[in-house]
């Protein structure tokens, strides 16, 4: 079960003290300070790329488990604060460093996808998710394969929610990817390969097509 | 859209400015220098006021997410409860064909709900309304008292008039009304707080004007959205403190014997 939990939740990477802090939060939410795990969760995902993209998910679990057993909403509140603080220095986050800013989208856009308001997406955040993933189809950012690789990940995992909920901005950011795809020259041709990509996956309703699946995603047999 | 072929080239600011003619505030944006395509102004336009569908104008920058979610999440909650509650009536006025068979004229319902709905389609769906009650609801039930009500009581067992039970929030009731129907169930509910020292309940308990209370029994009629109006004597009431009342059960019965009569 131990371990389990550890990969379920994806939190190896934490020291084992924090390990257990969450281990609690999880199973008895009233018993630990709140404001101090969500701090903790936020803290490693602006550093660990791949529990910024996984999260959501102990974030969404220990919500659940606090509204269970306390009524109470303190860790949603102190996460959504400390993330919206987060989010409005991205720009100086983006320019000190790039991996920061990456896990930064990366986690919001995770927490949008797990964390529903009675099976709803959170509407305070769609705006900003969109604000972000317009930061990476500029083209300064589009120059940057790390960047363009965020960008198409999240629009992969949640971009037809996204485009539910507002779907003017959805229309407007693939006119900027489509134009950075013909007329950036600067770009790499992975970072092209991505564009086109999502590009076809958004115009075949978010999936893609089986033979597009195949000339993206399988071995290259040479 | 131009159907200029140089807006295609120039497609980073006479684009943009294109599409974006007027801020979400609908003030007309000045177009973008030329050097700036990564300023992004959209989002921060967007950031200094935006209409989210449901509010009724432009959000605060002083909000926070955490307060915008929890008002969503009671935004939801509520509508979803009315969905639940109109359902709830529809199916107590057309019950199972079985059923009706059997149960004779329409005055007869099990449904203890038919008998006091008020007709289809007249109950309360102010979002705002709604909202308000709500949070009252939540604070008599974010209480020990009615956690150990609950507890001790199964709603089967409720006898009314002797338990306490939760005002209906979709029901039409003037603002007074409701905010005495909460008060007194609140006060109720007071019953079930877990034994506390003897000497404070006593003191507190002098502040009850009883009087007031059996006048407000009598449902004075005003319409159902005026604002918060009440006279003198009301206020006075209405602004002692929500936890004032710790009664002992004996002074319970007293309250409820003048409701009753």
């Known amino acids: 079960m131990e371990n389990s939990s550890k990969e379920e939740?994806?939190?190896?990477?934490?020291?084992?003290?924090?390990?257990?802090?969450?281990?609690?939060?999880?199973?008895?939410?009233?018993s630990v300070d709140l404001e101090k795990v969500s701090n903790v969760i936020v803290d490693q995902s602006?550093?660990?790329?791949?529990?910024?993209?996984?999260?959501?998910?102990?974030?969404?679990?220990?919500?659940q488990a606090e509204a269970k057993q306390t009524n109470g909403n303190v860790f949603r509140r102190n996460l959504l604060n400390r993330l919206q603080q987060e989010f409005k220095a991205r720009e100086e986050t983006r320019k000190r460093s790039t991996q920061e800013w990456v896990c930064l989208?990366?986690?919001?856009?995770?927490?949008?996808?797990?964390?529903?308001?009675?099976?709803?997406?959170?509407?305070?955040?769609?705006?900003?998710?969109?604000?972000?993933?317009?930061?990476?189809?500029?083209?300064?950012?589009?120059?940057?394969?790390?960047?363009?690789?965020?960008?198409?990940?999240?629009?992969?995992?949640?971009?037809?929610?996204?485009e539910k909920m507002n779907m003017q901005l959805m229309d407007e950011l693939f006119n900027l990817l489509r134009d950075g795809f013909l007329l950036q020259e600067d770009l790499s041709s992975m970072g092209r390969l991505l564009l086109l990509e999502i590009l076809e996956f958004r115009a075949g309703g978010w999936t893609l097509s089986e033979t597009a699946q195949k000339y993206y995603y399988s071995e290259v047999t040479d | 859209m131009s159907?200029?072929?140089?807006?295609?080239?120039?497609?980073?600011?006479?684009?943009?400015?294109?599409?974006?003619?007027?801020?979400?505030?609908?003030?007309?944006?000045?177009?973008?220098?030329?050097?700036?395509p990564d300023k992004c102004s959209q989002s921060s336009r967007r950031q200094e006021s935006f209409t989210t569908p449901e509010s009724e104008g432009p959000v605060s920058r002083v909000k926070n997410w955490g307060d915008e979610v929890e008002a969503e999440e009671m935004r939801s909650n509520v509508q979803r409860d009315m969905h639940r509650y109109r359902r709830r009536i529809l199916e107590a006025d057309f019950p199972q064909r079985d059923r009706k068979i059997s149960s004779g004229s329409s005055d007869s319902r099990d449904s203890k709900d038919s008998k006091e709905s008020p007709a289809k389609g007249d109950i309360e769906t102010d979002e705002?309304?709604?909202?308000?009650?709500?949070?009252?609801?939540?604070?008599?039930?974010?209480?020990?008292?009615?956690?150990?009500?609950?507890?001790?009581?199964?709603?089967?067992?409720?006898?009314?008039?002797v338990h306490p039970k939760t005002p209906n929030k979709f029901k039409k009731y003037s603002r007074r009304s409701w905010d005495q129907q909460i008060k007194l169930w609140r006060v109720k509910l007071h019953a079930w707080d877990p034994p506390a020292e003897e000497g404070s309940d006593l003191q507190q308990i002098e502040e009850i004007d009883l009087g007031e209370i059996?006048?407000?029994?009598?449902?004075?009629?005003?319409?159902?959205?005026?604002?918060?109006?009440?006279?003198?004597?009301?206020?006075?009431?209405?602004?002692?403190?929500?936890?004032?009342?710790?009664?002992?059960p004996k002074k319970m019965m007293k309250i409820e014997d003048a409701e009753m009569s």
């Open chain 1, 9 to 30: 939740y994806k939190i190896q990477s934490f020291d084992l003290e924090t390990q257990k802090l969450l281990k609690t939060a999880l199973k008895d939410p009233g």
């Open chain 1, 46 to 63: 602006l550093k660990d790329q791949n529990f910024s993209r996984e999260a959501g998910r102990i974030c969404y679990t220990i919500v």
């Open chain 1, 105 to 162: 989208v990366s986690f919001i856009c995770n927490i949008f996808d797990y964390l529903k308001v009675n099976n709803m997406p959170m509407m305070a955040l769609v705006h900003p998710v969109y604000d972000c993933l317009f930061r990476l189809a500029q083209s300064d950012a589009l120059q940057n394969e790390e960047e363009v690789d965020c960008l198409v990940l999240q629009l992969h995992r949640i971009g037809d929610q996204l």
């Open chain 2, 3 to 36: 159907a200029n072929g140089t807006s295609r080239l120039n497609k980073g600011t006479s684009r943009w400015t294109h599409c974006r003619k007027r801020g979400a505030d609908g003030n007309l944006r000045k177009s973008l220098e030329v050097g700036e």
């Open chain 2, 128 to 161: 705002t309304t709604l909202i308000r009650r709500q949070k009252q609801i939540n604070y008599g039930k974010n209480t020990l008292a009615y956690d150990r009500y609950i507890k001790e009581v199964p709603k089967l067992m409720r006898q009314p008039g």
């Open chain 2, 214 to 248: 059996m006048e407000f029994e009598l449902d004075v009629e005003c319409s159902a959205d005026t604002e918060f109006q009440c006279p003198t004597s009301s206020g006075a009431l209405l602004s002692l403190a929500e936890d004032s009342f710790a009664g002992t």
